[in-house]
């Protein structure tokens, strides 16, 4: 930092334009150079962020303007049947996906950890569902789902003669909304994976040296060295899964809209029923604003449920 | 990007107790090989079904008594033709480009400045600014779509792409900060403490030393942001109207979806269609994407 202040007055003698002398200022520079990212920001995050709690204690409509009504919304979103409904599967979806791409996409980072011919191209390969646009993917589950052309019906039924009926994949709630956790899981897990094997690389060998000259099996190896040595980076993943799993749209939007009989309402297709297609700003905000206590309660839980595993392994995992 | 240089390394390392571990073939065959295989085949499976069904004409898209379901007995154009043709696809497809485009430009501006003041230029409280452009990124756009379409309202340019442009970096900002703070740390002070003697001025030293520098850094954060602006739905479903303004996921969605009967072979052309960019510079980046993902992870 002394080279800037021995700098500044030998740069003023040599370039005397003020302007160049201006930009050579460094609060102004540094000024300038956070304006840009700041300033969109604030006004496409942050502003948005307030006027949406705003806007959840109004009544505001599409083309009329809200005036305060204070926790009605709410009140009237706790005797709403489907909201209630929407909180469940969201919670019940984020869950099970969540357990799902965990847990296959740390089986996958495993077997990626090994070595075997052409591994760099499966990487690149297996990262395709997570590059691909969702709703993209989403249309072919839709159709990998129809309830007459379903391509696993075609299987279970003519190929392998398991079952003598098609498969109703999105006709009645209960298969509809594990048909969507299947496809949230198929998206989820390539990003889990690679970022888990990013992890498993940074492990020394050398640790596991030492336990296998201890004779630890390969479970023990796993128990003892390989979980507790992820578990930072296993908080970090679980955390923003989580978020993104929880405040899932496109997906849900994209196969099922809701349906069947609006069973398969995740709290985002909900406010964007009710707040874009319907019109009501208002109650779709306060739908939109009651998904933070559960962001918030779920990114606690996950970052310092699985950190303090970290801090009672002690600091020395590098 | 100190992933690409590093992996071989520790990949080596890495060698000598997998040796150690796995003695016979066929355990090797049983416990690697036929998971990895379904993995594989599972994951691609949707992409393979979307290809062949855009080439399969309607008599046997309905018709798997006759046809075998999982190949193709006679191809057809038929279905991108369609497409093409008598939808506004090309149009579309247009639109995503411009905006993916527009909002990867102004991102990669933007963050670029940031990420150099708060690495940098090292003022007091940088630490802060940084961790609050980190916290950004974890505000999900579906609790942000409502109030902000009503914002775009208010600035005149619903159903204008202009909108995404501006609106699309409040999820792209804080991952490309994030990732070239990172970047700009790997690279020497020393190189811009040189400079500052020879008596360059900090933006000579931006332009002439560290962005050269940070040239991996800067496509890393350019192709993801490209790919997060292709890919992004809900506020391009949510502030664009008009049929002729709309990306290429929410036109498909909701111009291609039309009545009771779905036109699967039209919609997967569309589908495959609008995968095809970002799988190709997905093809040609992979490194770079690997690095900036697992970079992002790991910082």
Not at chain 1, 40 to 47: I, M, R
Not at chain 1, 84 to 96: C, D, G, L
């Given at each position: 930092m002394s080279v800037t202040t021995l700098s500044s007055p030998v740069l003023a003698q040599r370039q005397p334009s003020w302007l160049v002398r201006l930009f050579d200022y460094k609060p102004f520079l540094i000024v300038m150079c956070l304006a840009?990212?700041?300033?969109?920001?604030?006004?496409?995050?942050?502003?948005?962020?307030?006027?949406?709690?705003?806007?959840?204690?109004?009544?505001?409509?599409?083309?009329r303007k809200g005036v305060y009504v204070g926790l009605e919304n709410f009140q009237y979103l706790l005797t709403d049947s489907l909201w209630?409904?929407?909180?469940?599967?969201?919670?019940?979806?984020?869950?099970?996906a969540t357990f799902g791409k965990f847990a296959l996409g740390f089986w996958l980072a495993l077997l990626l950890n090994n070595h075997f011919p052409l591994k760099s191209l499966l990487r690149a390969i297996i990262l395709m569902p997570w590059i691909?646009?969702?709703?993209?993917?989403?249309?072919?589950?839709?159709?990998?789902?129809?309830?007459?052309?379903?391509?696993?019906?075609?299987?279970?039924?003519?190929?392998?003669?398991?079952?003598?009926?098609?498969?109703?994949?999105?006709?009645?709630p209960w298969p509809a909304r594990?048909?969507?956790?299947?496809?949230?899981?198929?998206?989820?897990?390539?990003?889990?994976?690679?970022?888990?094997?990013?992890?498993?690389?940074?492990?020394?060998?050398?640790?596991?040296?030492?336990?296998?000259?201890?004779g630890a099996t390969a479970w023990q190896r796993f128990r003892y060295i390989t979980f507790p040595m992820m578990m930072p980076i296993l908080a970090i993943v679980m955390t923003f899964s989580i978020i993104f799993t929880f405040t899932d749209f496109?997906?849900?939007?994209?196969?099922?809209?809701?349906?069947?009989?609006?069973?398969?309402?995740?709290?985002?297709?909900?406010?964007?029923?009710?707040?874009?297609?319907?019109?009501?700003?208002?109650?779709?905000?306060?739908?939109?604003?009651?998904?933070?206590?559960?962001?918030?309660?779920?990114?606690?839980?996950?970052?310092?449920?699985?950190?303090?595993?970290?801090?009672?392994?002690?600091?020395?995992?590098? | 990007?100190?992933?690409?240089?590093?992996?071989?390394?520790?990949?080596?390392?890495?060698?000598?107790?997998?040796?150690?571990?796995?003695?016979?073939?066929?355990?090797?065959?049983?416990?690697?090989?036929?998971?990895?295989?379904?993995?594989?085949?599972?994951?691609?499976?949707?992409?393979?079904?979307?290809?062949?069904?855009?080439?399969?004409?309607?008599?046997?898209?309905?018709?798997?008594?006759?046809?075998?379901?999982?190949?193709?007995?006679s191809p057809t154009l038929a279905h991108i033709k369609h497409l093409l043709f008598d939808t506004a696809y090309p149009r579309w497809l247009w639109t995503t480009m411009l905006v993916a485009i527009g909002s990867t430009t102004l991102s990669l501006i933007a963050s670029t400045l940031a990420a150099y003041a708060i690495?940098?230029?090292?003022?007091?409280?940088?630490?802060?600014?940084?961790?609050?452009?980190y916290l950004a990124y974890l505000v999900p756009p579906s609790i942000l779509f409502i109030p902000l379409a009503t914002v775009v309202v208010q600035f005149g340019l619903f159903d204008s792409p202009l909108a995404l442009i501006l609106v699309y970096p409040t999820f792209l900002v804080p991952f490309c900060t994030w990732l070239l703070i990172g970047y700009f740390k790997s690279i020497p002070y020393e190189l811009e403490e040189c400079a500052l003697v020879d008596g360059a001025t900090r933006l000579q030293i931006l332009r002439r030393i560290t962005l050269p520098l940070a040239v991996p850094g800067l496509i890393s954060a350019g192709i993801f942001s490209f790919t997060l602006s292709w890919n992004e739905f809900i506020y391009a479903l949510a502030f664009i109207q008009s049929g002729a303004n709309k990306t290429v996921p929410v036109a498909i969605l909701t111009e291609l979806v039309t009545g009771d009967v779905y036109q699967w072979g039209a919609l997967m052309a569309g589908s495959l269609l609008g995968s095809l960019p970002v799988a190709i510079f997905y093809s040609l980046f992979v490194d770079y994407y690997m690095s900036s993902l697992t970079g992002a992870v790991k910082e």
């Open positions: 840009p990212a700041i300033g969109l920001l604030a006004v496409f995050l942050t502003y948005p962020l307030g006027l949406g709690i705003w806007l959840a204690f109004t009544d505001t409509t599409i083309g209630w409904n929407a909180v469940f599967y969201s919670v019940v979806y984020t869950a099970i691909v646009p969702t709703v993209l993917s989403a249309l072919a589950f839709w159709w990998i789902y129809d309830p007459q052309f379903s391509i696993i019906s075609y299987l279970l039924v003519d190929v392998l003669h398991w079952r003598t009926t098609n498969i109703d994949f999105l006709g009645s594990f048909s969507l956790i299947a496809a949230n899981i198929w998206r989820g897990i390539p990003f889990v994976a690679i970022s888990l094997l990013a992890g498993l690389q940074t492990i020394s060998p050398s640790l596991y040296e030492a336990a296998m000259l201890d496109q997906l849900v939007y994209a196969i099922t809209r809701g349906g069947p009989g609006n069973s398969t309402h995740l709290l985002a297709t909900l406010a964007f029923q009710r707040g874009i297609a319907g019109g009501e700003l208002g109650e779709g905000a306060a739908i939109a604003v009651s998904m933070i206590p559960f962001l918030v309660f779920a990114t606690l839980f996950s970052y310092f449920g699985l950190a303090r595993r970290k801090w009672q392994q002690g600091e020395n995992n590098d | 990007m100190t992933d690409i240089v590093a992996q071989p390394a520790t990949a080596d390392a890495k060698a000598a107790p997998d040796t150690m571990a796995w003695d016979s073939g066929l355990r090797r065959l049983m416990m690697i090989y036929l998971p990895l295989g379904c993995f594989v085949l599972i994951l691609l499976f949707p992409f393979y079904w979307m290809a062949i069904t855009s080439f399969k004409p309607n008599a046997e898209l309905m018709n798997y008594k006759e046809h075998n379901p999982f190949w193709i007995s690495e940098r230029l090292r003022f007091r409280g940088s630490a802060y600014v940084g961790l609050g452009i």
